[in-house]
């Protein structure tokens, strides 16, 4: 088979092309009476759809069906979306950045710059420093984590974690509360080899616990996919080890090849959620495959997702090797967000240590975090913990109610049992922090 490769693409000539052909984004609120259509048609270069299924991601917008064409020189996408509700997108400001991220000013920041946007990896973004965690998972381990960066003085005004396959991938913000700067290499310096002692002190075989302050922008979701997948946390032993995951909801996911056009087939089928799309496309493209066709559909309570895709290099995937591969890397991908059991949303006066006092609790009473969110909104802190007890069990609602009044006392809490394959929605948080929960009327409740 012919070799298709990328070319060269030469920035100048590209902003060029941008300028002579721009993409054209249409939003229609016509054509399907329970839905909003996104119409993208654009010059195709590698990672557009990503770029796209990431914007519409961050929008909280459900993608309901899709259907993607870039084989050739242009790029043409329609998306089936609603909010949240399962309504139609109207507000006038959202269809305005809509047109904007996804249209010719989306090449620059001038148009979407005052959009709040997940992201993390600077060194030192004002006053808040952005820390990366890998390592291997075990009950208390975000507890001792929290401890030590209350111990330096360092407030969690952000941060995300997962876990998956006995792993722990984190990315905080923290802010200082010292007279000293956030970045002092000799602060620094001490909070890593904390962190490092921590993480290494759980590690076994050849797997290696690492903290990092990352350098340049990223998207905090995309980072966590690469962190883990850089970590192979796909490579489980043979079974799922989450006891999060019950082997009933195990995505089916199969890999032809199309004979006629020179492709391989993807085709997954599982238990439909939000951000799903995203989660796939995002590890397809950073295992350096090129999606040129796909068909995306939601038959509630399941979803159906086909991609044609080949390799960067042009070659499909023609051993049993590579296919085994893909399918336990996407498979990875739809696990790490699932989260099943009981969820505790709490609401307080963002302090220093409160990350600390909450995870202690947590550790106190057998509980150990499968998957948490911490944001900030103004002077509030809101934060989500999918919990479970230390043999990954689901926790028992008497246990949980016990738990809630403990902790109510100086914070408003709500449990919640979380039903198989959710992902929850992201509450809006200050400008450049958004966590990937939805804390319902939990923070009007914390201002009464």
């Given at each position: ?241 989450d006891a999060d995951y019950s082997s009933s909801s195990r995505p089916k996911i199969t890999i032809e090849r199309c004979e006629e056009k020179g492709y391989s087939v993807v085709s997954v089928r599982c238990k439909d959620r939000a951000k799903l799309m995203f989660d796939i496309v995002c590890t397809l493209t950073d295992m350096q495959y090129v999606v040129f066709h796909a068909t995306i559909s939601s038959d509630a309570p ?29 498979e990875a991908a739809i696990q790490r967000r699932v989260s099943e059991g009981v969820s505790l949303e709490l609401c307080a006066k963002d302090r220093v240590g409160l990350l600390s006092e909450v995870t202690r609790i947590l550790r106190e009473n057998g509980l150990t975090v499968c998957r948490a969110g911490i944001s900030t909104r103004g002077e509030q802190a809101l934060n989500v913990f999918y919990v479970r007890d230390a ?58």
């Amino acid at each position: 088979m012919a070799r298709v490769c990328w070319p060269y693409f030469d920035p100048e000539y590209e902003n060029f092309s941008n300028r002579m052909n721009p993409p054209r984004v249409s939003v229609d609120n016509t054509s399907c009476h329970d839905c909003t259509l996104i119409k993208v048609d654009s010059v195709n270069k590698p990672g557009i759809l990503l770029e796209v299924v990431q914007i519409l991601t961050d929008l909280d917008f459900i993608i309901t069906k899709a259907y993607i064409s870039s084989d050739g020189g242009w790029f043409m996408d329609v998306f089936h979306v609603t909010d949240q509700q399962g309504k139609k997108i109207t507000d006038s400001k959202t269809i305005d950045f809509v047109e904007k991220a996804l249209g010719p000013k989306g090449q620059s920041t001038e148009g979407v710059k005052n959009w709040p946007s997940k992201r993390v990896g600077v060194h030192s973004v004002g006053d808040h420093t952005s820390i990366e965690l890998i390592g291997r998972d075990r009950p208390g381990l975000l507890s001792e984590i929290s401890a030590v960066l209350a111990s330096l003085h360092f407030n969690v005004v952000a941060a995300e974690v997962w876990t998956h396959n006995r792993r722990i991938a984190c990315v905080l913000y923290v802010s200082d509360t010292t007279t000293q700067a956030v970045d002092h290499p000799n602060r620094l310096c001490l909070m890593e080899e904390q962190l490092n002692n921590i993480l290494r002190g759980c590690e076994e075989g050849d797997k290696v616990a690492r903290t990092n302050f990352s350098m340049g922008f990223t998207h905090m979701d995309r980072r966590l996919h690469q962190m883990l997948f850089a970590d192979r946390d796909y490579e489980g032993s043979g079974a799922t080890t989450d006891a999060d995951y019950s082997s009933s909801s195990r995505p089916k996911i199969t890999i032809e090849r199309c004979e006629e056009k020179g492709y391989s087939v993807v085709s997954v089928r599982c238990k439909d959620r939000a951000k799903l799309m995203f989660d796939i496309v995002c590890t397809l493209t950073d295992m350096q495959y090129v999606v040129f066709h796909a068909t995306i559909s939601s038959d509630a309570p399941y979803a159906s997702q086909e991609y044609f895709i080949r390799h960067m290099d042009g070659c499909t995937l023609d051993t049993e090797g590579e296919k085994e591969r893909v399918i336990k890397c996407i498979e990875a991908a739809i696990q790490r967000r699932v989260s099943e059991g009981v969820s505790l949303e709490l609401c307080a006066k963002d302090r220093v240590g409160l990350l600390s006092e909450v995870t202690r609790i947590l550790r106190e009473n057998g509980l150990t975090v499968c998957r948490a969110g911490i944001s900030t909104r103004g002077e509030q802190a809101l934060n989500v913990f999918y919990v479970r007890d230390a043999s990954g069990n689901p926790v028992d609602m008497k246990t949980m109610e016990a738990l809630r009044k403990e902790i109510g006392k100086t914070m408003v809490v709500e449990v919640k049992r979380v039903p198989g394959n959710s992902s929850i929605a992201p509450a809006e948080t200050r400008g450049w922090a958004k966590t990937s929960f939805f804390f319902g009327n939990l923070f009007e409740k914390f201002l009464a």
